[in-house]
């Protein structure tokens, strides 16, 4: 009588799993849910989405990275798109949104491959082809650009401004970006190629509540959230020679323990005295190189702020190292470690520095720089959770700019990249044998969910709107875009609907890297998060087995 098999564990008690096609649809449909709730926010018509966090702050906004990144997802597959929003705001700054759709829909028309039994390996394969080919197809596309094309760099800022809470001022707010960016760009030679530099922290956006949006100004200089540090100074200096000091103005304590005896009071005087001789020295030093402003990165004893004071000179203490740096690049002032070697070489200029009260905390503007290589942008709103959308927005628009600068190609938007992309991409398909043929169909016909969301987002047909669109760009009108408000097909490059290249390459790259990864699991293990004995047989986060959560 044959004995009975008994069953064989190979991994902990409550550990979950969960294999091949169950394993492939639960991932895909997380990555779908999230690529949903982000899809409605694409496009100048796009909605926005209110997110309430523990503590029960408010954010309003629809920025796509914003949006995952507030939402703390732990599903492990949609974990996966979050990143793919991360790294594209990391990369170029802007089209996180797009990314993020364009990899969810990847997926849908995956899965419909799948269901055809088609190996997720050779639609894998399939999607590699079609990334490197749709990558070729857009380089191809792109048109060049320069840092003196200021009309094009204007449309950039005013189309990544265009359907988020700054679009009312869409005018005034890309002028500033265009100037601001400008300001900071630097070119530099390496082995004879002339590459653009441009630094995203050089240009600081300070909030401000208050006044409208069209009252946001650019300043030659830095803002700090620092007022003076003594009544007596004065609170506006012109021409101003700027000293940035990375030490404490202070009597330094020794370095070993050490204890001091006073037993007679004319030599506790003494030694007080020469703590003041100390301060004062300082102080003497500062003045003799010419500085008649301080700004410190650490503290600034009580007996040398009247010091300053007594000199007319303005000071602040605690500055952030970030800020100084940016202080330095506006200014030109070397940042000094020692103030013994402080020289008049080292000081700053700008042509005027002042305290400014914004809901009575003190700011100080350093302002009117010369040849300013960091600026600063300060930003007004009505309410905070405005003011902080139209920074958000800023962020974008500021980092399209750098990326069309860098990488010096822009292409149109309004979802002519897109669908033109989708019709080169078939013909493609067309020279394949195999059934890679069919993955980069698919990839193809993904493609065309950007055109088709904008078209949704605007309360518009999508299928009237795919079609026209196909019919133009059969007929060779390469940049026939969607015009999501009146809903007609239009030349999105005259309509000054432009975007820099980068965003598409980037966000094609992305989308397709994350959906063969998906693809190719067939296998989900998750160890119980909770303890070994809890039974809750919940792994993924707290997931329930067979059911994504997003």
């Known amino acids: 009588m044959a004995k009975d098999i008994q069953p064989i564990f190979i991994l902990p008690e409550h550990t979950q799993r969960t294999t091949g096609k169950n394993a492939q649809r639960n991932n895909i449909m997380a ?146 970006l265009v100037k601001a960016v400008s300001s900071v760009l630097e070119k530099k030679t390496v082995n004879g190629k002339e590459y653009i530099v441009i630094d995203k922290n050089d240009i600081k956006i300070e909030k401000n509540v208050g006044g409208s949006v069209e009252d946001s100004e650019l300043i030659e200089g830095i803002v700090l959230d620092k007022e003076k540090i003594h009544p007596s100074m004065p609170s506006q200096i012109a021409n101003a020679k700027i000293a940035l ?55 600034i004893d009580d007996l040398a702020q009247h010091f300053l004071a007594k000199k007319g000179i303005y000071a602040c203490r605690r500055v952030k190292k970030s800020d100084m740096e940016k202080l330095s690049r506006a200014t030109g002032a070397t940042i000094v470690t020692d103030i013994d070697d402080l020289t008049a070489k080292d000081l700053g200029t700008a042509g005027m520095i002042e305290e400014v009260k914004v809901k009575d905390e003190g700011m100080t503007y350093v302002k009117k720089c010369r040849n300013a290589k960091a600026v600063t942008i300060l930003v007004k709103g009505g309410t905070e959770h405005v003011i902080a959308e139209i920074e958000r927005a800023m ?18 938007g309004a979802g002519s990249c897109e669908i033109e992309l989708s019709r080169q991409l078939r013909e493609y398909s067309n020279s394949l044998s195999g059934r890679e043929q069919l993955a980069v169909k698919a990839f193809a016909d993904s493609m065309e969910v950007i055109p088709k969301t904008l078209a949704e987002n605007a309360g518009l047909d999508p299928i009237d709107i795919l079609v026209a669109l196909k ?30 290249l980068r965003i598409k390459t980037q966000a094609v790259s992305s989308a397709s890297e994350v959906a063969v990864m998906i693809l190719r699991i067939d296998d989900v293990i998750a160890g119980n998060q909770g303890s070994a004995g809890s039974g809750g047989g919940q792994g993924m986060g707290g997931m329930p087995q067979g059911m994504p959560e997003y």
């Open 471 to 500: 019919s133009a760009h059969d007929k060779k009108q390469v940049w026939a875009g969607v015009d999501v408000f009146s809903g007609k097909v239009i030349d999105a490059w005259d309509e000054g609907i432009i975007e820099p």
């Open 245 to 299: 000091i990375d030490s404490a103005i202070e009597v330094k304590n020794t370095e070993i323990d050490a204890k001091i005896q006073i037993t007679d009071p004319e030599k506790m005087q003494a030694f007080l005295q020469m703590e003041e001789n100390m301060l004062r020295a300082m102080v003497t030093k500062i003045v003799e190189a010419g500085a008649n402003v301080v700004l410190c990165q650490k503290g």
């Open 31 to 176: 990555a779908k849910l999230v690529s949903d709730i982000v899809r409605t926010t694409l496009g100048p018509k796009g909605m926005d989405k209110m997110i309430v966090d523990s503590m029960g702050d408010v954010i309003i906004t629809n920025d796509g990275v914003t949006i995952l990144r507030e939402m703390s997802i732990e599903h492990p597959a949609a974990k996966m798109l979050v990143e793919i929003a991360k790294t594209q705001e990391q990369e170029v700054g802007d089209g996180t949104t797009t990314a993020v759709v364009l990899a969810g829909e990847l997926l849908k028309n995956a899965e419909a491959l799948l269901d055809q039994n088609i190996h997720p390996t050779v639609i894998a394969k399939g999607y590699r082809i079609a990334a490197e080919k749709a990558n070729h197809i857009l380089e191809g596309m792109g048109k060049p650009i320069k840092e003196s094309d200021h009309e094009l760099l204007k449309k950039i800022a005013i189309t990544a401004i265009t359907g988020k809470e700054a679009e009312h001022a869409k005018e005034s707010l890309s002028n500033l």
């Open 395 to 412: 962020e974008d628009a500021i980092g399209d700019l750098i990326s069309a600068l860098k990488n010096g190609k822009i292409v149109a």
